[in-house]
């Protein structure tokens, strides 16, 4: 056990003793210089921030069977001063008591066992549950030799290596995947949860700089594509590009409160679309400004964040256009006049 939590403080273990039956099965542990009989106890560890979990078997030596059924309920109760003196002889541990998998990916779900003595005839197996359904992936009994499944190293496995590989993670992978070890009369398993987390595509349906006239409405959306699980927050605000820096006395982006929510999209791969949209009508006031869409999801350690600066031109005036027109025409007339002028002119130096 000290060589599965080393370098590890006692601050950051969570220790707990049980008393553990072998249900009524009397097997004499082959170890040597044991006792025919022997009292059971099991000793989990857990790390105060899930990096693992270790289960052990303590072993303590009797030479008198305990009176009525091989059970600890027939036992007499330890009492505070009472002092036990146990051995170590089975343990396992898991490094991923917990897996936060992407879709497509691979995964290796780790489980580490160690027997106290050599060639024991041990079964190791692996099972998937979820929401009542149970398979087995993987099984190996060392005693006929026999493997059914794949998933775990054969090679591995004779150093006390069970770890299994999942070579493809999908939404199905989901559930509870349980490593066990059974040397009799002995049977310890190790839970480990596989949870799929996509995050989610962003995306913005316009330019980094938009240009609109005053007056002029344009629809933004932002877009937050196949993400899982459900829960997802989309917020716009905005706020002055040139402070967005800051941290000290710059002031606080404007969240802003006439957004609308799509429903959500069902994607083909059983994964989630959502959309945040509102309508900007552009305005001299806020040209410069930065609008932002800032995306959290459980799947991402900071939201993805998509900005763009509103570019705001002032609207060309009908009197501009009036005036363009008249001093074309005024040009035409001009060249009409002149055109005979030019052209007799023309006739005269020829006479000439």
């Given amino acids: 056990m000290r060589r599965y939590v080393e370098g590890v403080e006692a601050d950051q273990l969570e220790c707990e003793i049980r008393r553990y ?22 000793c989990t560890l857990k790390h105060t ?6 289960t052990s078997f303590l072993r303590h030596p009797s030479a008198q069977p305990p009176s009525g ?16 003196i146990t051995t170590v002889t089975m343990g396992m541990k898991t490094q991923t ?26 079964t190791v197996e692996w099972h998937w549950q979820n929401r009542g359904e149970r398979t087995r992936l993987f099984s190996h009994a060392s005693r006929s030799g026999q493997t059914k499944g794949t998933g775990v190293g054969l090679r591995s496995l004779a150093d006390g290596d069970a770890s299994y590989t999942l070579q493809y993670s999908k939404m199905s ?38 240009s609109l006239q005053e007056g002029e409405e344009q ?19 905005q706020q002055d590009p040139t402070v967005s820096g800051q941290r000290v006395g710059s002031p606080l982006p404007k969240v802003l409160q006439n957004v609308l929510l799509s429903s959500h999209k069902h994607n083909s791969d059983k994964t989630y679309s959502l ?62 006049v002149m055109l005979p002028n030019l052209n007799s002119e023309k006739a005269i130096l020829r006479t000439n």
Wanted: proline share 5%; net charge negative.
């Fill in 97 to 122: 008591p917990s897996v936060k998998a992407k879709l497509g990916s691979q995964q290796k779900f780790h489980c580490q066992f160690a027997i106290d003595h050599k060639g024991p005839n041990v």
């Fill in 219 to 237: 629809k933004v959306t932002c877009e937050a594509e196949s993400y899982y699980p459900l829960d997802v927050e989309i917020v716009w605000y």
């Fill in 275 to 336: 959309s945040a949209f509102f309508y900007l009508e552009a305005s001299l006031g806020i040209s410069g400004r930065q609008f932002t869409c800032s995306v959290s999801h459980k799947s991402l350690r900071v939201p993805i964040k998509k900005s763009f600066i509103l570019n705001v031109e002032e609207p060309t005036s009908w009197f501009f256009y009036l005036s363009v027109g008249l001093i074309i025409v005024l040009l035409l007339v001009i060249l009409v």
């Fill in 21 to 42: 039956s072998t249900a009524g099965i009397h097997v004499r542990w082959p170890a040597k210089g044991t006792e025919e009989y022997n009292r059971w106890f099991t």
């Fill in 49 to 54: 921030e899930g990096l693992f979990i270790v």
């Fill in 69 to 84: 059924q091989q059970d600890y309920r027939s036992w007499s109760s330890i009492s505070d001063t009472e002092i036990l």
């Fill in 173 to 210: 992978s989901e559930g509870t995947y349980i490593c066990s070890v059974s040397v009799l009369p002995l049977f310890a398993s190790l839970d480990i949860s596989m949870h799929i987390e996509e995050p989610p595509r962003v995306s913005l349906n316009v330019a980094p700089i938009l």
